[in-house]
């Protein structure tokens, strides 16, 4: 009975339908690339996509299955391609220029945190190109959403009149990826350049004059320019998003004359200075200018609550940072705001000039003395009145040269003297140091030397 029951149920399960496998998507591979036109928005997965055994890496890296599809160029025009990954896919887009059987790599991204691929790239008329979806090696399989679309058209030079206040906008670097402006400057006059972004990395200003590059900054920034002769007129400034960094990039661009404290000669700097400046328009650099007559230690010191810097700079142009020995001439001081800091700073500006300290014994670097006191004099070059220490040692047969005396005194007129009563016969050697005061650098001398000499006795 029983064995009957179980023959019956081995005839039931026989008769079961055996489960389908799952269908790999359509496109799996490349000669089934699904065909796109732009613009195009289309639904994908990499759910059982599998890799054809000539298949190149996607972006430099491994991946377990790839969906493809296929491109025409009809003209040429810039091209988006924007992939979000649902669920917790994580995969990476490439672009190819198709030949016949060859493909040539054109631009590639992986997914971020937020799930989503996007880049542009130039496409050429009457091109193909296969793009594809590959699931990273890591990733568990998933859908996603993949656009292609075309950008706002690039910015027409010279562009609108820029502001005298400036102007403040945001790029992308996908749809709206750069901004054109323009502005009328005269011959001989210096003006002032300044693009102020808060986007992370970098964005592009580029000046042109009747289409033709004059100047670049890879990293926008601030900067002076003047036009030379002939060269006054409409200007264009063309700002560009940075390509790397994602969502919106937000800059404000002012040209505005430079001012006295902008440029050479600079205002005269006594021994302090005020002002203010703004990062985030053109007031971004105060310069002042001063004079050194002879040598000396030349320090700044800034006070302010924003992020700015203080640096010397040598009438070439030569830069000393914030404290440096300098020669006789002419130099400038520079208030610099970081960024887009801005507010208040004092400045304060500190020389002292450079001395030379020498020491004798009774008159001599070398001197030979009977027994008897001797004097230790001091001279501080160029004149320098202040704090002086002596150190005296005497030298012992068998330990070397071992401490005697140190003496405190002061140099007044660079002039130091004191009396020095030697323990006995042998050799002795001093050094002096000069300490310096608000004017006067420190120094140290070398080494004077006084042998003291008993006469024989037989």
Not at 51 to 75: M, N, R
Not at 148 to 164: D, E, I, K, V
Not at 219 to 226: D, E, H, N
Request: glycine residues 12%; hydrophobic residues 35%; positive net charge.
């Amino acid at each position: 009975m029983r064995l009957g029951s179980g023959l019956a149920c081995a005839v039931v399960l026989l008769a079961l339908p055996a489960p389908a496998l799952a269908a790999a998507p359509g496109n799996d591979n490349r000669v089934d690339a699904r065909g796109l036109e732009l613009p195009a928005s289309v639904g994908g997965t990499t759910k059982e996509a599998t890799l054809e055994d000539i298949e190149p890496p996607s972006c430099g890296f491994d991946s377990k299955g790839s969906v493809w599809y296929a491109l025409h160029a009809s003209s040429d025009r810039r091209i988006v391609v924007r992939l979000r990954a649902g669920g917790d896919l994580d995969a990476v887009v490439d672009v190819y220029r198709r030949v016949r059987s060859r493909l040539s790599g054109v631009a590639c991204e992986l997914t971020g945190e937020d799930g989503e691929a996007a880049f542009r790239f130039q496409g050429r008329a009457g091109a193909d190109y296969v793009i594809r979806v590959a699931q990273q090696a890591t990733s568990v399989p998933g859908d996603f959403r993949l656009d292609f679309f075309s950008p706002t058209a690039p910015a027409r030079l010279p562009g609108p009149r820029l502001p005298g206040r400036g102007a403040t906008r945001a790029l992308d670097r996908l749809q709206n990826s750069d901004d054109a402006w323009s502005r009328r400057l005269r011959v001989g006059v210096t003006y002032r350049v300044n693009l102020a972004t808060r986007a992370r990395g970098c964005m592009k200003l580029t000046i042109f004059r009747r289409g033709s590059r004059v100047r670049s900054r890879g990293c926008g920034g601030y900067l002076l320019f003047t036009p030379g002769p002939r060269e006054g007129g409409r200007y264009g400034f063309l700002v560009e998003a940075n390509d790397r960094v994602r969502g919106s990039q937000r800059y404000h661009l002012q040209v505005a004359p430079a001012a006295g404290d902008d440029t050479a000669p600079g205002r005269r700097m006594s021994g302090s200075a005020r002002g203010r400046l703004n990062g985030a328009r053109v007031d971004v650099v105060d310069l002042y200018r001063f004079d050194i007559l002879r040598r000396a230690d030349v320090s700044l010191r800034l006070r302010s609550g924003a992020d700015f810097s203080a640096s010397i700079v040598g009438l070439g142009g030569r830069g000393y940072g914030a404290s440096a020995r300098l020669k006789p001439g002419r130099y400038f001081a520079v208030v610099r705001a970081n960024g887009s800091a801005r507010g208040r700073y004092r400045l304060r500006r500190s020389v002292r000039t450079i001395t030379s300290t020498s020491i004798t014994f009774n008159g001599a670097r070398k001197a030979t003395a009977s027994p008897g006191s001797a004097t230790i004099g001091v001279s501080v070059s160029p004149g320098a009145s202040g704090p002086v220490t002596i150190v005296v040692e005497r030298l012992d047969p068998l330990a070397g040269w071992q401490f005697s005396r140190r003496y405190r005194t002061r140099a007044v007129g660079g002039s130091a003297n004191v009396s020095y009563l030697p323990r006995g016969e042998g050799h002795y050697r001093a050094r002096a140091s000069f300490r310096g005061t608000r004017a006067a650098a420190p120094s140290e001398s070398g080494v004077a030397r006084l042998r003291v000499i008993e006469p024989l006795r037989g």
